[in-house]
């Protein structure tokens, strides 16, 4: 059987100044930091083996991390 793939966790600025972790739409953690939010959302990434994608506070994706089963890995 093979494994569903999870949705990335995305690392996301909100309206209340803060910063929330999502995945498949879904809140799932609000941090008063940026930072705080980065190390919970790796740690979900992780734990699902999907990607991290990291926002900047126009909403843009400044940095991505996969820590699944990456289809394309890099060579050498």
Do not use: C, F, L
């Amino acid at each position: 059987m093979v494994k569903k793939k999870e949705p990335p966790v995305h690392t996301v600025p909100n309206s209340n100044g803060g910063w929330d972790n999502k995945q498949g739409g879904e809140t799932i953690s609000h941090h008063r930091t940026k930072q705080r939010a980065i190390d919970e959302g790796k740690k979900e990434a992780k734990r699902d083996q999907t990607e991290h994608r990291i926002h900047n506070k126009d909403g843009k994706i400044g940095q991505s991390n996969s820590y699944g089963n990456d289809p394309h890995p890099p060579k050498g």
